[in-house]
């Protein structure tokens, strides 16, 4: 492939670039932080004569900085990824805008006319890319009688991004349908598939979900960066006690460790975590998981699938026959699959979950719903963590205010206490927040909480004692709004009503 002609001479301050195609095939980019004229950097091993082509079509002179893989695969990304459009497959040509990209979209529906299915191929691969590039969880189409909308979820909060023609809808659809290898002839009922991508070198997955309904298929399409499989526990943001708790739990040699919370609080994000932390290459570590959403080199990945009868209780007793040192269950589900959890962990194995309660404590109260005999909990139990995600504020404009008596009241901070609140900027997209960050409760079973479960205790009598010196989830978001790190209304609204005098811990 070659450059096209070479340009004028232009100043070095005039904005250039290399075609995104050419940078990936010939290991060539410009880098971004060049300040004493051009600098271009080159992957270890390219072929040097291909600089000749790059100084004939820059018309200007550049130094040369050979990198790693790694360093090179970071430097593209960080390039093209702002552009979106050519990073998946030059998606949409020469820049179109997504608004015009809907509007080229064709009444008629016909997957056969690559004429017509041009624009929408180039509009989903363009949707994508944005998203990536924003920093979106999922994408929601929602076609209604008045027009197909695209919503995206950014740092855990809906909005609408594009709006379309009703009579795209099934031309949309139909494509996403395509590229995740679903029936697109059946309509009637939900479909689950996934879409392998790649950006500027960098692997994504997106998992597909389809669900019928009135005015036609809606899809939800969820974005895994799989650079996160390979998160660390120093990352997951989990500090002091609970840092502590759950890196104890994580070196015994048996037991159950639970992660608990709703959908979408990074449950799974942990596990993977906490799975990397054990990766040492001398223990068998294998896994049952609905779905697989990140491959581990060196973990066994099963993945549950109903229509065979592969449940988590059929996978995991399967997986029990592979000689294992460590197992992970995506959830703990039903009373058939605790009881395969509990006996594993009697007989010499450590056993990870999720279980779907609102706070640590309540994991032991689903537990016994379940009907696991109180005595089992005790002595398999070792360490529950609970779990949110609230919005971070953005550093660049966030403002410090002083907290009124409602917020102070709610919070159990003195009223004028200096807190902060969202502004907006063009750093933040004018939303006053950049990304997220997790909010962490840990409990131990101990020698006390082990004689609790044993007789009985209610959960208020456990909590009492298991945060007696850690912070609860309440007291944990809290302190992230006096550090200036969240606001006060995110972290009411991850905290329960707390025990009366709770509020005043931390």
């Known amino acids: 492939m070659a450059l096209d002609e070479p340009r004028a001479e232009v100043p070095m301050s005039a904005v250039i ?15 971004p932080d060049s300040e004493n004229g051009l600098t271009l950097a080159v992957k270890e091993g390219a072929d040097p004569s291909i600089l000749i082509e790059v100084r004939r079509y820059l018309a200007q002179p550049f130094a040369i900085d050979f990198v790693d893989e790694g360093e090179f695969n970071r430097l593209l990304h960080g390039r093209y990824a702002g552009g979106a459009a050519e990073g998946l497959a030059e998606m949409s040509g020469g820049g179109d805008e997504l608004d015009e990209l809907a509007s080229g979209i064709p009444s008629a529906e016909d997957l056969l006319d690559s004429s017509d299915d041009a ?25 209604y009688e008045s027009g197909l909308v695209v ?4 740092d855990g909060v809906l909005k609408e991004h594009l709006r379309m023609p009703a009579h795209a809808a099934p031309v949309v659809v139909s494509r996403i349908k395509v590229m995740a290898r679903l029936d697109i002839a059946e309509r009637r009922v939900p479909q689950d598939g996934r879409i392998a991508l790649k950006l500027g070198g960098r692997q994504l997955d997106v998992r597909v979900s389809t669900l019928p309904s009135r005015a036609g298929e809606r899809v939800v399409m969820r974005i895994l960066d799989k650079e996160n499989a390979g998160l660390s526990i120093d990352l997951l943001g989990i500090h ?31 596990l993977y975590a906490a799975l990397q932390h ?4 001398q223990r068998n570590i294998l896994t049952v998981e609905d779905p697989v959403e990140y491959s581990i080199d060196g973990i066994g990945q099963t993945q549950v699938d109903s229509k065979v009868g592969m449940s988590f ?37 450590l056993v990870l979950s999720t279980v ?17 005999e109180p005595f089992l909990i005790a002595s398999t139990l070792r360490a529950v963590v609970a779990q949110r995600l609230v919005r971070r504020l953005c550093m660049n404009c966030r403002e410090a205010v002083p907290a009124d008596r409602s917020v102070a009241a709610l919070l159990g901070f003195d009223e004028g206490e200096t807190v902060y609140r969202a502004q907006g900027c063009a750093e933040c997209s004018n939303t006053g927040f950049k990304g997220r960050i997790g909010v962490f409760e840990a409990v131990k079973v101990d020698s006390t909480i082990r004689r609790l479960i044993a ?19 309440g007291s944990a978001a809290r302190k992230l709004v006096r550090s200036g790190e969240t606001t006060p209304e995110e972290a009411i609204r991850i905290s329960r009503h707390e025990d009366e005098g709770e509020a005043e811990q931390g």
């Open 17 to 31: 670039d290399i075609p995104y195609a050419f940078a990936r095939e010939h290991s060539v980019v410009i880098r």
């Open 119 to 143: 624009p929408a191929i180039r509009l989903i691969n363009g949707i994508i890319a944005e998203a990536v590039r924003l920093g979106v969880s999922d994408i929601h189409i929602e076609p």
């Open 151 to 154: 919503r995206l979820r950014r």
């Open 240 to 270: 002091g006690t609970a840092d502590e708790i759950l890196r104890e739990a994580l070196g015994e040699p048996n037991g159950i460790i639970l992660v608990t919370g709703p959908t979408g609080s990074g449950k799974t994000t942990t």
């Open 278 to 281: 054990l990766n040492d290459g």
């Open 313 to 349: 209780a059929a996978g995991l007793r399967a997986i029990l026959r592979q000689d294992p040192d460590i197992v992970m269950v995506g959830e703990i589900r039903d009373k058939e699959t605790a009881d395969i959890a509990v006996q594993a962990s009697l007989t010499g194995h």
């Open 356 to 372: 779907h309660t609102n706070d640590a404590v309540g994991a032991i109260t689903r537990l016994r719903d379940m009907r696991i």
């Open 455 to 473: 007789d009985g205790g209610d959960e208020a009598v456990i909590a009492r004692h298991a945060f007696l010196n850690s912070p609860n989830l």
